[in-house]
C-alpha cells in the first residue's frame, strides 16, 4: 500500500511536472515575439553606425537573392533594384545613384526577394540616408517559404497577401524620428523569424502632401542563422569638397564611377560652381528665401546629359566627355539653377510652376550670364532657326530670349527675376504676376518681344558691320572685333572675359558693370588710327585706353584715356572726347563750354582716335577735338600737374594693349578697326 501510496503522488507529480513543461514552452512560444528595432542619426555617417542596430553588411542572404520590382515605378534619377544588396552604402546623405527610390508623386510599390535557398532568417535589416522627407522609412514586411497549396509568388497590390500563403513580418514607420539616417532591423527572441524561401516589402511613401516622399533606401539585408558577416563598404571614394566663394554653400562633387573626369571636375568644375553658386543665388534670391547650404555633383554612366532632384545633381559621365570643350560646364551650370529653385517646395493642391520657366529660368541664366558667348539662345541662335515658332512657351531657349528681353526692359534690377522665382518656388505663380510687375499682361509682352526679335531677323545678318570692303582691307585696316566671339579679346591680367562682357546681335557689350571689368585687345599697338562705333546708356561712362601694359595696377595706371560718356547725364566733369584729366576741347562759341559733338545716350557715335609720334587726334563724329604730341614738354607739363604724375608708368611704354573700360555703365561697341601707322626710330610715341 505503501507503494501504491507513493505512486500515486509521484504519478501526479510527473503529469503535473509534464503540465507545467508543456506551458512553460507554450508561454515561451507566446512571448517569442518580433522585435523591431530602429537607429537613427540627424546627419548620419557613411559606415551607418548604430547602437542598436547591426552594420550594413556585404555577405548577408540578400547578396545571392533575386530583387524584383512587382509594383511601382523606380525614379530615373535613382539607381536599381541592384542597390539594395549590392554590399555598399553611399558616402552622403543625398545620393540617389547609390540608392533605390520609387519615382517622385507615386505611392511608393512592393519588391520581391527570393532568396537562393529556404533559410533560417535571423534578422531583416534595412538603411536608407535622406537629408529630407525621403530618410524615413514606411513599408510592411511579409515572408513565405512557398509551400502553402494556394501560393502566390507574385502578390501584386490589390491581393491580400495572407490568403495566399504569406505571413506578416513586422510593419515598419520611422516617420516619428525626421530626417536623416534611418536603420531598422527586425528580428525574433525564439532566435529566428522562421525558414523562408520569399521575402515581399511593401513599401510606402513618407507623406503625400508633397511628391518628394518616397524615402532612399540604400542597403537590405537578410541575415542567416549561424552564417557569418562582412561589414558593407562605402560606395565611392571621397569626394572633392569645396566651398562657394562666398563660403555660404558647401559643394561636393562624387567622380568615384567616372575617376577619368577627376581631374576635369577639380581644375574646371569646381572652381566654376564656387564662383557661379552665390551669383544665381544673388539673381533669383529675395529677403523670404535661404538658398541650399550644400548641393552635390554625381558624375557616372547614365542616359541623358545631367538631372537634378533636390540639391542632387547627376551627371551622365559618358556625355560629359564629349562636351568637355563645349556644353559640358553650361549644362551642369543649367542644374544648379533648378537646385537654388526648389520648386518641389509647393504643397499638393498649390499652383505648380510652368515647365518653360522651371526649364526656361536655367537656360536664361546659362545662355545669358554665364555663357553667353556661346550664342545659345540669342538672335544669332535664332537666325539659324527662322522657322521657329515665337511663342514664350515653345522651346526652353525660346522662353530664356524672351525672360532676356523682359528683364532687360522691365527689370534691369534682378527683382522682376526674383518676384517671378519666388511666386514659383511658394506655388503662388499665375500668368497675372506678369501684369502685377511689368504693368503688361503676358501675351502683350509675348508680342512685343516677338515683333522685336522678327525686326532683327529681317535685318541683314552683320551685313556692314564688322565687315571690311577690300579698299579698308588695302589701306591696311583690320578688325578688332569679329561680331561672334571674344577672339582678340580679354579681361586684364586674367584669360578668358568676364560674364559682364556679352557678344549680343553682333554688339560688343558690357551688360553688367558689375562683373565686367576692363577688356583688353590680346594684340599690342604703337602707332595706330582706331575708328568705332558706341551707343552708351543714360548716364554712363566708359573709356578707350592705349599702350596699356600688364604693370600696372590698372589699365589707367600705365595708359592715357579716351573718355567715353553720356554728356548729359554722368557724374564725371570730363567729357566724351577728351584725353581725361590732361586734354579737352575749345569752347563752342554759340554755347561757351567746351565743344560736343556727341548724340544722345542710346544713339550711336562714331569715334576716330589717331596715336603716332608726330601727333595725336580725337574725333568724334567727324568733328576734331584736339591734337596733342606725346613726347612734347606741353604733355609732360600736363601730366606732372595731373593725379598721373603719382604714377610712374603712365605714359611711359610707347605700345601696348587697347582697353575698353567696363565699370561705370551700360555701353556697346560695333565696327572696331584699326591700322598701324609708321613709326621712325628717331621718333618713338611716348620715349621722353
Same mark, same amino acid.
Given at each position: 500500500?505503501?507503494?501504491?501510496?507513493?505512486?500515486?503522488?509521484?504519478?501526479?507529480?510527473?503529469?503535473?511536472?509534464?503540465?507545467?513543461?508543456?506551458?512553460?514552452?507554450?508561454?515561451?512560444?507566446?512571448?517569442?515575439?518580433?522585435?523591431?528595432?530602429?537607429?537613427?542619426?540627424?546627419?548620419?555617417?557613411?559606415?551607418?553606425?548604430?547602437?542598436?542596430?547591426?552594420?550594413?553588411?556585404?555577405?548577408?542572404?540578400?547578396?545571392?537573392?533575386?530583387?524584383?520590382?512587382?509594383?511601382?515605378?523606380?525614379?530615373?534619377?535613382?539607381?536599381?533594384?541592384?542597390?539594395?544588396?549590392?554590399?555598399?552604402?553611399?558616402?552622403?546623405?543625398?545620393?540617389?545613384?547609390?540608392?533605390?527610390?520609387?519615382?517622385?508623386?507615386?505611392?511608393?510599390?512592393?519588391?520581391?526577394?527570393?532568396?537562393?535557398?529556404?533559410?533560417?532568417?535571423?534578422?531583416?535589416?534595412?538603411?536608407?540616408?535622406?537629408?529630407?522627407?525621403?530618410?524615413?522609412?514606411?513599408?510592411?514586411?511579409?515572408?513565405?517559404?512557398?509551400?502553402?497549396?494556394?501560393?502566390?509568388?507574385?502578390?501584386?497590390?490589390?491581393?491580400?497577401?495572407?490568403?495566399?500563403?504569406?505571413?506578416?513580418?513586422?510593419?515598419?514607420?520611422?516617420?516619428?524620428?525626421?530626417?536623416?539616417?534611418?536603420?531598422?532591423?527586425?528580428?525574433?527572441?525564439?532566435?529566428?523569424?522562421?525558414?523562408?524561401?520569399?521575402?515581399?516589402?511593401?513599401?510606402?511613401?513618407?507623406?503625400?502632401?508633397?511628391?518628394?516622399?518616397?524615402?532612399?533606401?540604400?542597403?537590405?539585408?537578410?541575415?542567416?542563422?549561424?552564417? /557569418?558577416?562582412?561589414? %558593407? !563598404?562605402? #560606395? *565611392?571614394?571621397?569626394? =572633392?569638397?569645396?566651398? &562657394?566663394?562666398?563660403?555660404?554653400? +558647401?559643394?561636393?562633387?562624387?567622380?568615384?564611377?567616372?575617376?577619368?573626369?577627376?581631374?576635369?571636375?577639380?581644375?574646371?568644375?569646381?572652381?566654376?560652381?564656387?564662383?557661379?553658386?552665390?551669383?544665381?543665388?544673388?539673381?533669383?534670391?529675395?529677403?523670404?528665401?535661404?538658398?541650399?547650404?550644400?548641393?552635390?555633383?554625381?558624375?557616372? /554612366?547614365?542616359?541623358? %546629359? !545631367?538631372? #537634378? *532632384?533636390?540639391?542632387? =545633381?547627376?551627371?551622365? &559621365?559618358?556625355?560629359?566627355?564629349? +562636351?568637355?570643350?563645349?556644353?559640358?560646364?553650361?549644362?551642369?551650370?543649367?542644374?544648379?539653377?533648378?537646385?537654388?529653385?526648389?520648386?518641389?517646395?509647393?504643397?499638393?493642391?498649390?499652383?505648380?510652376?510652368?515647365?518653360?520657366?522651371?526649364?526656361?529660368?536655367?537656360?536664361?541664366?546659362?545662355?545669358?550670364?554665364?555663357?553667353?558667348?556661346?550664342?545659345?539662345?540669342?538672335?544669332?541662335?535664332?537666325?539659324?532657326?527662322?522657322?521657329?515658332?515665337?511663342?514664350?512657351?515653345?522651346?526652353?531657349?525660346?522662353?530664356?530670349?524672351?525672360?532676356?528681353?523682359?528683364?532687360?526692359?522691365?527689370?534691369?534690377?534682378?527683382?522682376?527675376?526674383?518676384?517671378?522665382?519666388?511666386?514659383?518656388?511658394?506655388?503662388?505663380?499665375?500668368?497675372?504676376?506678369?501684369?502685377?510687375?511689368?504693368?503688361?499682361?503676358?501675351?502683350?509682352?509675348?508680342?512685343?518681344?516677338?515683333?522685336?526679335?522678327?525686326?532683327?531677323?529681317?535685318?541683314?545678318?552683320?551685313?556692314?558691320?564688322?565687315?571690311?570692303?577690300?579698299?579698308?582691307?588695302?589701306?591696311?585696316?583690320?578688325?578688332?572685333?569679329?561680331?561672334?566671339?571674344?577672339?582678340?579679346?580679354?579681361?586684364?591680367?586674367?584669360?578668358?572675359?568676364?560674364?559682364?562682357?556679352?557678344?549680343?546681335?553682333?554688339?560688343?557689350?558690357?551688360?553688367?558693370?558689375?562683373?565686367?571689368?576692363?577688356?583688353?585687345?590680346?594684340?599690342?599697338?604703337?602707332?595706330?588710327?582706331?575708328?568705332?562705333?558706341?551707343?552708351?546708356?543714360?548716364?554712363?561712362?566708359?573709356?578707350?585706353?592705349?599702350?596699356?601694359?600688364?604693370?600696372?595696377?590698372?589699365?589707367?595706371?600705365?595708359?592715357?584715356?579716351?573718355?567715353?560718356?553720356?554728356?548729359?547725364?554722368?557724374?564725371?566733369?570730363?567729357?566724351?572726347?577728351?584725353?581725361?584729366?590732361?586734354?579737352?576741347?575749345?569752347?563752342?562759341?554759340?554755347?561757351?563750354?567746351?565743344?560736343?559733338?556727341?548724340?544722345?545716350?542710346?544713339?550711336?557715335?562714331?569715334?576716330?582716335?589717331?596715336?603716332?609720334?608726330?601727333?595725336?587726334?580725337?574725333?568724334?563724329?567727324?568733328?576734331?577735338?584736339?591734337?596733342?604730341?606725346?613726347?612734347?614738354?606741353?604733355?609732360?607739363?600736363?601730366?606732372?600737374?595731373?593725379?598721373?604724375?603719382?604714377?610712374?608708368?603712365?605714359?611711359?611704354?610707347?605700345?601696348?594693349?587697347?582697353?575698353?573700360?567696363?565699370?561705370?555703365?551700360?555701353?556697346?561697341?560695333?565696327?572696331?578697326?584699326?591700322?598701324?601707322?609708321?613709326?621712325?626710330?628717331?621718333?618713338?610715341?611716348?620715349?621722353?
Amino acid at each position: 500500500m505503501m507503494t501504491t501510496a507513493f505512486r500515486r503522488p509521484f504519478a501526479s507529480v510527473l503529469q503535473l511536472a509534464v503540465s507545467v513543461s508543456t506551458l512553460l514552452i507554450f508561454t515561451s512560444l507566446l512571448c517569442a515575439a518580433v522585435r523591431t528595432v530602429t537607429g537613427h542619426s540627424g546627419e548620419g555617417v557613411a559606415s551607418f553606425a548604430f547602437t542598436d542596430v547591426p552594420a550594413p553588411s556585404k555577405s548577408d542572404a540578400a547578396t545571392g537573392a533575386k530583387f524584383t520590382l512587382l509594383n511601382g515605378d523606380a525614379d530615373s534619377n535613382g539607381g536599381g533594384t541592384e542597390q539594395l544588396h549590392d554590399g555598399k552604402v553611399p558616402t552622403e546623405a543625398d545620393a540617389p545613384g547609390q540608392n533605390f527610390f520609387f519615382a517622385a508623386g507615386t505611392s511608393g510599390g512592393r519588391i520581391l526577394v527570393e532568396l537562393d535557398h529556404l533559410t533560417e532568417v535571423k534578422q531583416v535589416n534595412s538603411y536608407s540616408w535622406h537629408p529630407d522627407a525621403r530618410g524615413p522609412q514606411v513599408y510592411k514586411l511579409y515572408a513565405s517559404d512557398g509551400t502553402a497549396a494556394n501560393f502566390n509568388g507574385r502578390p501584386f497590390r490589390g491581393v491580400n497577401r495572407e490568403t495566399v500563403g504569406w505571413k506578416m513580418i513586422a510593419a515598419v514607420d520611422t516617420r516619428a524620428k525626421g530626417r536623416g539616417q534611418h536603420g531598422v532591423s527586425i528580428a525574433n527572441s525564439a532566435g529566428i523569424l522562421g525558414k523562408f524561401r520569399m521575402l515581399l516589402f511593401d513599401f510606402s511613401p513618407t507623406e503625400t502632401a508633397d511628391d518628394f516622399g518616397n524615402t532612399f533606401y540604400s542597403e537590405i539585408d537578410v541575415v542567416e542563422l549561424g552564417a /557569418p558577416v562582412e561589414l %558593407a !563598404a562605402s #560606395t *565611392s571614394a571621397v569626394p =572633392i569638397v569645396i566651398q &562657394s566663394a562666398d563660403g555660404y554653400c +558647401e559643394i561636393r562633387i562624387d567622380t568615384g564611377k567616372a575617376p577619368e573626369l577627376s581631374e576635369w571636375a577639380e581644375q574646371k568644375l569646381a572652381p566654376t560652381l564656387a564662383a557661379w553658386y552665390p551669383k544665381i543665388v544673388a539673381l533669383m534670391g529675395s529677403n523670404e528665401f535661404s538658398a541650399p547650404k550644400s548641393f552635390s555633383v554625381a558624375i557616372r /554612366p547614365g542616359d541623358g %546629359a !545631367a538631372a #537634378t *532632384s533636390g540639391a542632387r =545633381i547627376t551627371a551622365n &559621365s559618358t556625355w560629359l566627355k564629349g +562636351e568637355l570643350n563645349g556644353e559640358a560646364l553650361g549644362a551642369i551650370v543649367h542644374e544648379v539653377v533648378h537646385v537654388v529653385q526648389q520648386y518641389g517646395g509647393g504643397r499638393r493642391n498649390d499652383s505648380r510652376a510652368p515647365a518653360w520657366l522651371i526649364e526656361g529660368i536655367p537656360d536664361y541664366i546659362r545662355f545669358f550670364k554665364y555663357e553667353p558667348e556661346s550664342h545659345g539662345a540669342d538672335i544669332i541662335w535664332l537666325r539659324g532657326r527662322r522657322n521657329t515658332d515665337l511663342n514664350y512657351d515653345r522651346l526652353y531657349r525660346i522662353s530664356a530670349n524672351f525672360l532676356d528681353y523682359v528683364i532687360e526692359h522691365y527689370g534691369r534690377d534682378n527683382a522682376l527675376l526674383a518676384k517671378v522665382n519666388a511666386a514659383c518656388r511658394q506655388g503662388s505663380y499665375s500668368d497675372d504676376l506678369w501684369k502685377d510687375i511689368t504693368g503688361k499682361p503676358l501675351a502683350e509682352l509675348n508680342a512685343e518681344w516677338k515683333a522685336v526679335v522678327k525686326r532683327q531677323l529681317a535685318t541683314k545678318t552683320e551685313t556692314g558691320i564688322h565687315t571690311l570692303s577690300d579698299a579698308e582691307k588695302s589701306a591696311g585696316w583690320t578688325s578688332l572685333f569679329n561680331g561672334v566671339d571674344f577672339t582678340g579679346w580679354h579681361n586684364l591680367k586674367r584669360e578668358g572675359v568676364r560674364p559682364g562682357w556679352q557678344v549680343k546681335d553682333g554688339l560688343l557689350v558690357c551688360v553688367d558693370p558689375h562683373d565686367a571689368g576692363d577688356l583688353v585687345t590680346t594684340g599690342k599697338f604703337s602707332a595706330f588710327e582706331l575708328e568705332l562705333d558706341y551707343n552708351i546708356s543714360e548716364g554712363g561712362n566708359s573709356g578707350i585706353i592705349y599702350h596699356v601694359t600688364d604693370e600696372g595696377g590698372a589699365v589707367w595706371a600705365t595708359g592715357p584715356e579716351f573718355q567715353l560718356e553720356d554728356n548729359a547725364r554722368a557724374a564725371d566733369p570730363q567729357r566724351c572726347g577728351w584725353l581725361y584729366g590732361l586734354y579737352q576741347p575749345p569752347d563752342d562759341p554759340q554755347t561757351g563750354k567746351p565743344l560736343d559733338a556727341t548724340k544722345p545716350a542710346g544713339e550711336w557715335n562714331h569715334i576716330r582716335l589717331v596715336i603716332s609720334p608726330d601727333k595725336c587726334e580725337h574725333s568724334v563724329n567727324g568733328v576734331k577735338y584736339f591734337e596733342y604730341v606725346m613726347s612734347s614738354d606741353d604733355f609732360k607739363r600736363r601730366v606732372a600737374a595731373s593725379k598721373f604724375s603719382k604714377m610712374p608708368l603712365f605714359a611711359k611704354s610707347g605700345s601696348g594693349h587697347l582697353a575698353l573700360q567696363g565699370d561705370h555703365g551700360q555701353i556697346s561697341f560695333r565696327n572696331l578697326k584699326i591700322r598701324a601707322l609708321p613709326v621712325t626710330a628717331e621718333s618713338g610715341v611716348g620715349k621722353p
